[in-house]
């Protein structure tokens, strides 16, 4: 076995918003990793502290950095999500552990506890209304990723499994999440064409028996499914243009998501427009400058269980369609 060098680094992420008016810490992601030579194979191991699970990930298909990358603050959002579609995310401290082997196969393992709500208070996340777990939640990621010269076909699955005191509540016990998914990306990188298409589909099994008994929900266990599907085409490594589907599905509760029709689905369908006009290098006075000009628009098919009047007030799912423009900075 070879010895080689260390190597550490840290992805720090801090946002500004600008509906709340506060400054608060975002996906953050501090490694610690060396790479193995053993018998002839590369690993790669790594340790990984970060606030936010599948924020670590090496692939753009679930939830921590899955599309659409960047949205708006002011959009209205489906009342239902899967726990681990960003539900935990800067709420939580997390460590795991994973390998890489011979840029092929990808296996991590760790856990999640949540944060004290004044240290998340400090950090600028507000804990009202958390649903926080009880003890650790175990995170797995199981990939395996060919390459074919420009072509490359990853496949892989995840899982969270987690016990939460419902919205703070301690005295019925606990609900518990079991979330599983599995994903997929084609990606060719020609130059100077890129194409990528990417999968990932999540069930979560919800035990609400805690918030059954606390009047929270109307059914002891409800089930919740995702999909995320999109294409997308970048031209000279400039411009961007991407079509994503999104949905949710599942168990019809009332009192759990306190919808009009006690259903959790919606669906809809998101363009993207983007324009990087620094990609081959920023500037003379800044060369590492990069810019992400993007106009996006959000459609939607159904919201909150239904296609016309989803709130009984006469809101109908198009009503919800959104254009959003962004400038992106990163340096």
Do not use: C
């Not at 892989?156 to 606990?174: D, Y």
């Not at 008994?213 to 000279?236: C, E, F, K, P, V």
């Not at 109908?316 to 369609?321: P, Q, T, V, Y």
């Amino acid at each position: 076995m070879a010895d080689s060098p260390r190597i550490s680094g840290a992805f720090i992420q801090g946002t500004w918003n600008g509906v709340s008016h506060n400054f608060s810490w975002d996906n953050t992601d501090i490694r610690f990793a060396k790479p193995f030579n053993i018998d002839g194979h590369a690993l790669l191991w790594s340790v990984t502290a970060n606030n936010n699970p599948t924020v670590q990930d090496v692939w753009n298909t679930i939830p921590a950095w899955s599309f659409p990358y960047i949205s708006s603050q002011l959009a209205p959002l489906p009342t239902a999500k899967t726990f681990i579609e960003q539900v935990y995310a800067q709420q939580v401290a997390g460590l795991s552990s994973y390998g890489f082997l011979d840029d092929l196969f990808y296996f991590e393992f760790g856990g999640y506890r949540p944060l004290s709500s004044n240290t998340q208070l400090a950090l600028g996340v507000s804990p009202t209304g958390q649903s926080p777990i009880s003890g650790v939640a175990p995170y797995w990621r199981i990939a395996v990723e060919p390459n074919f010269g420009a072509h490359s076909w990853e496949v892989g699955t995840l899982g969270l499994a987690s016990k939460v005191f419902p919205t703070g509540m301690s005295g019925a016990g606990t609900d518990s999440f079991t979330d599983i998914g599995i994903d997929t990306q084609y990606q060719y990188l020609g130059d100077p064409h890129t194409v990528t298409a990417r999968l990932a589909w999540i069930n979560e099994n919800h035990n609400t028996s805690a918030s059954q008994t606390l009047g929270l929900a109307n059914n002891s266990n409800n089930q919740l499914r995702s999909l995320n599907a999109t294409a997308s085409y970048i031209y000279d490594s400039t411009w961007s243009l991407a079509a994503g589907r999104v949905s949710v599905g599942g168990t019809p509760d009332a009192a759990l998501y306190g919808t009009f029709t006690g259903s959790p689905n919606s669906a809809g369908w998101i363009f993207e427009l983007a324009y990087l006009p620094f990609s081959h290098g920023g500037p003379s006075f800044w060369p590492w400058l990069n810019f992400r000009i993007g106009l996006q628009y959000t459609h939607w098919n159904k919201f909150d269980g239904a296609s016309t009047n989803f709130d009984g007030m006469g809101r109908n799912a198009k009503d919800n369609n959104t254009f959003f423009a962004y400038i992106w900075t990163m340096f």
